[in-house]
């Protein structure tokens, strides 16, 4: 059976006996010249990699073990982005559906009303301008509300000025798009 490695911590006893431990905390201290002690916090955190890390034996079983884990990943990683992938298109389609069910239902609304002939004469009349026979239509010309008429024009000025547009790029384009333009096919 494995044995298992145990995490570095203050409660595991050193190599050494507490006073040697103690002992050399302070000569190391006065070695580097430190004028304050160490805390004894400090100290016991020190621990050494190589031998915590010995400590750890991997058996067969736990090498078999961790090689199904790396294939179940390996395996599992693309069909989890492929269902995230179709999850995210179902959703739109829903949505899609939903826009689709609204439009129907406008459509079927408006469908009821063209059932009904009061709306039938109301759209001829105005769409249309049908009338019955005897009616008299009096239709009203430059009915246009005065705020939305065009201003009085500006007289015309006798001078000359320079556009500021360059007229080689604007060529360039319309050749291009003349150039790039698809012609209308004869359909026959």
């Not at 009085?152 to 333009?181: F, H, N, Y």
Request: net charge neutral.
């Amino acid at each position: 059976m494995a044995r298992r490695p145990t995490p570095p911590s203050a409660s595991r006893p050193s190599a050494q006996p507490p006073s040697r431990t103690a002992e050399s905390a302070k000569t190391r201290a006065a070695k580097s010249g430190a004028a304050k002690p160490r805390s004894s916090r400090a100290a016991t955190r020190e621990v050494d990699v190589r031998e915590w890390a010995s400590g750890i034996r991997l058996s067969g079983f736990m090498v078999i073990m961790l090689s199904l884990v790396v294939l179940g990943a390996w395996v599992l990683v693309p069909t989890l982005g492929t269902f995230i992938d179709q999850r995210q298109k179902i959703a739109a389609l829903e949505a899609s559906v939903q826009v689709s069910a609204d439009e129907i239902e406008a459509l079927e609304q408006e469908q009821e009303r063209w059932e009904d002939p009061a709306y039938i004469t109301t759209q001829a009349r105005e769409r249309l301008y049908y009338v019955k026979p005897g009616e008299v239509v009096y239709l009203v010309d430059n009915d246009i509300d005065p705020a939305s008429l065009p201003q009085e024009q500006t007289p015309v000025s006798d001078e000359l000025k320079k556009t500021p547009a360059d007229w080689m790029p604007q060529l360039l384009r319309t050749i291009a798009g003349a150039g790039l333009a698809q012609n209308a096919s004869a359909g026959g």
